[in-house]
């Protein structure tokens, strides 16, 4: 693929530091409460990763066909719904009707976020090779460590709130948050 504008190199590197910011502020959010209802509700919580780990599997034989079809950017901010749609099913208990679905969603749409990353970041590592005459494969070592370094460390971040949470209100004053 040659481009006919050649882009600025600083501005490839921005937009995945932004798509890394919002994978970011996605994942803090769905990990704290994945990891709060998994603490303070077990069952429930396996109950919702079977159902999403399997819904990911099945979707993920299909999820690269439609990233190619419709591109990645159309693709990343409709999968992120679901993401949110868990969270406040958390956060808004007593409908385990509700929280099923939405771990089976988020399944589904976890195949179509993660297809349309990997997709977006090659195509920007595309970009940034032609635009600067690196190596393709250097392009992508360097964008895909841009990206994992910022969304990895919301690991950490969701793992401290939620122990700060249950260390400081007890996993008893978090029960009826997200008792199903």
Sequence with gaps: MKLSCVPNPSS???????LAAGFFALFIAYNTAQLLQTAVNGDSGYTCLAL?????SVASL????????????????PSAVAYVMITASYLFP??????????????????FLWSSQGSYVG????IL?????IEMTDCTSELNT??????ASSSGVSAAFSFGMLTILGPSSLQPLFLC
């Design 12 to 18: 490839v590197r921005k937009r995945i530091i932004h």
């Design 52 to 56: 999403i780990y399997g819904w990911f």
């Design 62 to 77: 299909f999820a690269p066909y439609f990233v190619f079809r419709f591109g990645p950017s159309k693709l990343l901010a």
């Design 94 to 111: 007593g409908n385990p009707s509700f929280l099923l679905f939405s771990c089976a969603a988020v399944g589904i749409s976890a195949a």
């Design 123 to 126: 195509i920007s590592a595309s």
């Design 129 to 133: 090779s032609q635009s600067t005459g």
């Design 146 to 151: 841009s990206f994992y370094s910022i969304f």
